[in-house]
């Protein structure tokens, strides 16, 4: 590998690819393969199956509805392939390679988006998609998939930002096939690793259509999913429109889809998925609805590309990953725009247990980045942000004038008026009484018809029920784990009909288990009852009980580390005693 690296390094045809100053899109002259007996060769022939055949030999029917035989290991060298896909990228790269490009996702809108007519006067789009050591066929799918479902007349032009990446099979081989087959696609470079914010920057500066579409590099676009995005943009330019993210689970590639959350976040400047507050879905139309959002996830959105420019695009002073989404989010509101989640547009994305890239250095960037946009954008607030991490008070943020100047030229508000008019679910760490994590039970009766949402906890211990395995992943068993406000798979959100969301994501679900004992685990949510539903037992007790099962939850071990599984329900036991510790109503 590290010969090829510094073969690709040294080629001209690399050095000749597009560099920041040069963005046109022109043929690359093909330079012979000089590593012609090495797996990447071999690759090349398999992964090109796919795209003419629909399929790779072998696996007839490479669509969704047919993918559980696609994870088979027949050999070692599939084993091989599987592992180092997981190594490299961080998901199942052998199904992805023999899934076809084009393969079919179930359509997750809700009903009501379902033939509608736009008009005819929409904007046409410029799709600006960033990857770094991006798996072929992951890119690909998401080249093909908004390709085969975005209308020609709105599909500008499809701009693929390669941020120096060094695998052998994104430099010509990736060019030459883009010549080939994508006459819609812009393969341009940044010649030096620029992290994700400046590669969107350098992106956008090479887009000429009117609205600004980002994607990452491992998405798959649903049906329909660009117009009703343009449709809002065009009622008005200062609407910044962000899809349902769909799930594209990263061991099965099994597509599913996302319920109704909005973007939040915590005080350690986290992005954060929370519930929607039940009076802004009452009726049917407001499933479909455009629902306004407090910020974004980061990597799904549509601009208009004027807007995007006059906002000050991104902060170019920030690294690598992190930071970006709420900065953005902030700035649009702060400055008088608006931040709007679209339901009837879908996108599926690969959530990962882990980023498998890091920053040049090694550099913590999530946390330099979020310093400035505390610095830049937060005013008394960003307090709040150095309560929950002392320790970034000493850290260096670099030179953040531009940004302030940009604050001030756009006159935006300041961030308390956020707070209030935006975001006012979001509490005060430590607010109130001082004693650290407020009651639920109070909580709750202020805010009676909401859900309620914090930590499950242990009864009288500090540890709290926590998703062994994040928040995406469906299955994950629970243990106990120390409390933390800042932990994503710690938070649950407990509806008024009994179901618990981790992250407002996942629900708490229990294994299917006929004798025996089971466990919780957390599932996607089918909001139909059965196992899903819990409810507390008896009045004073903080039994957890499962109805469908008769069970309760229990720690057999009050330690941290062990599994929470389900137990013969007993009011006295103290192992099976939990409680609601929340956050916000
Ligand atoms: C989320 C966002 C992501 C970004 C990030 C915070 C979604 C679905 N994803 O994390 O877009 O906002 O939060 O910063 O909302 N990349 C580069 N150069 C790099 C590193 C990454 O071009 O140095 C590309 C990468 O190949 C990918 C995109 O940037 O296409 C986003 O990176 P990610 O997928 O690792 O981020 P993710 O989804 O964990
Ligand atoms: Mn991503």
């Known amino acids: 590998i590290l010969f090829l690296y510094m073969h690709l390094q040294d080629s001209p045809a690399r050095n000749g690819l597009y560099s920041p100053r040069d963005g046109e899109r022109r043929r690359v002259q093909l330079q012979p393969r000089t590593f ?40 070692p060298e599939d084993q091989k392939q599987r592992d180092e896909g997981y190594s490299h990228y961080a998901f199942n790269t052998l199904i992805s390679d023999r899934l076809s490009l084009h393969r079919i996702i179930p359509d997750t809108r809700h009903r009501l988006c379902q033939h509608r007519q736009f008009t005819g006067s929409l904007p046409k789009a410029s799709v600006v998609i960033c990857f770094y050591n991006e798996a072929w066929s992951a890119l690909l799918r998401t080249v093909w998939s908004v390709v085969d479902r975005t209308p020609s007349h709105l599909l500008h032009e499809i701009v693929l930002v390669d941020d120096n990446s060094d695998l052998p099979h994104l430099g010509e081989e990736l060019e030459t096939y883009v010549a080939e087959n994508l006459p819609q696609v812009k393969v341009i470079r940044t010649g030096e690793r620029q992290g994700l914010i400046r590669a969107r920057i350098f992106g956008a500066d090479h887009a000429t259509g009117e609205v600004l579409v980002f994607l990452d590099s491992h998405c798959e676009v649903n049906v329909e999913w660009l117009e009703p995005l343009l449709e809002r943009i065009h009622e008005n330019q200062t609407n910044v429109a962000i899809p349902i993210i769909d799930i594209v689970d990263h061991d099965t590639f099994e597509y599913e889809a996302s319920p109704l959350v909005r973007g939040g976040f915590n005080w350690g400047l986290h992005f954060r998925w929370d519930g929607m507050p039940g009076n802004m879905l009452i009726e049917k139309a407001d499933y479909v609805r455009p629902i306004k959002t407090p910020t974004m996830a980061g990597g799904l959105f549509a601009m208009d590309r004027q807007y995007f420019i006059a906002m000050g695009k991104y902060d170019p002073g920030m690294d690598v990953w992190g930071g970006e989404n709420l900065e953005i989010s902030f700035r649009i509101w702060q400055c008088g725009g608006r931040l709007e989640i679209i339901p009837c547009s879908r996108i599926g994305h690969i959530f990962r247990k882990r980023r498998p890239y890091g920053s040049p250095g090694g550099a913590d960037t999530m946390t330099r980045n979020s310093l400035r946009v505390a610095m830049v954008w937060m005013d008394e607030y960003k307090e709040y942000y150095f309560q929950v991490r002392p320790d970034a008070r000493k850290k260096d943020f670099g030179d953040i004038s531009e940004r ?7 006159k935006c508000q300041p961030f308390k008026w956020y707070m209030d008019n935006v975001y006012p679910e979001l509490t005060l760490p430590n607010n109130k009484g001082g004693g650290g994590w407020v009651r639920n039970q109070q909580i709750k009766r202020a805010n009676a018809n909401i859900f309620r949402a914090g930590h499950l906890m242990y009864h009288g211990s500090n540890l709290c029920v926590t998703s062994e395995q994040g928040i995406y992943d469906k299955k994950s068993l629970l243990v106990l784990g120390k409390c933390d406000k800042d932990e994503q798979s710690q938070i649950w959100k407990e509806t008024e009909e009994g179901y618990f969301m981790l992250a407002g994501v996942l629900c708490l679900d229990i294994e299917d288990v006929p004798m025996g004992r089971s466990y919780p685990r957390i599932m996607k949510c089918h909001y139909a009852k059965g196992s899903q539903q819990w409810k507390w037992k008896g009045l004073h007790s903080r039994n957890l009980l499962n109805p469908a099962s008769g069970k309760c939850l229990g720690a057999r071990e009050p330690r941290a580390g062990s599994h929470i599984s389900m137990e013969i329900c007993n009011e006295d036991d103290k192992e099976l005693q939990f409680e609601m510790v929340g956050s916000t109503g």
């Open 36 to 75: 012609q007996d090495s797996s990447a060769s071999k690759k090349h022939t398999e992964r090109e199956d796919p795209v003419r055949h629909g399929y790779v030999k072998d696996f007839k029917h490479a669509d969704s509805d047919d993918i559980s035989q696609l994870g088979i290991i027949r050999n």
């Open 404 to 410: 302030v100047a940009l604050r001030r030229r756009l």
